[in-house]
């Protein structure tokens, strides 16, 4: 299943701050292991988005609770879940099994 999890922060700016290493380190190792694809930082800067495949929502919890964002009551999780019925070709077929791949015709 994949999940797209928004950490919207709930402490001022600075108090993030100062667990971004640990919370960067942490997306470092689930994106070592495949269950974290993608994480970065909301335009507006309010909040962050995190792109996780996990066999359940009791994983990506387990997952989440590791987060010293998670840890320091920083963030608001809004977990949505999804199984994609069309894919990119390039997008691994792993993260998406049940989806029909679609050519890509060109950069956009």
Request: hydrophobic residues 45%; proline residues 6%; glycine residues 8%.
């Amino acid at each position: 299943m994949l999940y797209v999890v928004t950490l919207t922060y709930s402490k001022p700016k600075e108090v993030v701050a100062a667990h971004l290493d640990t919370h960067k380190a942490w997306l470092v190792r689930y994106i070592t292991s495949g269950k974290i694809l993608a994480a970065g930082p909301m335009e507006n800067g309010s909040a962050g988005i995190i792109i996780a495949a996990c066999e359940s929502r009791h994983g990506l919890d387990a997952l989440l609770q590791e987060d010293s964002f998670y840890q320091n009551d920083l963030v608001e999780y809004d977990v949505r879940a999804f199984s994609p019925a069309l894919r990119a070709e390039p997008f691994p077929a792993e993260w998406a099994a049940g989806a029909k791949s679609v050519p890509v015709s060109g950069a956009g």
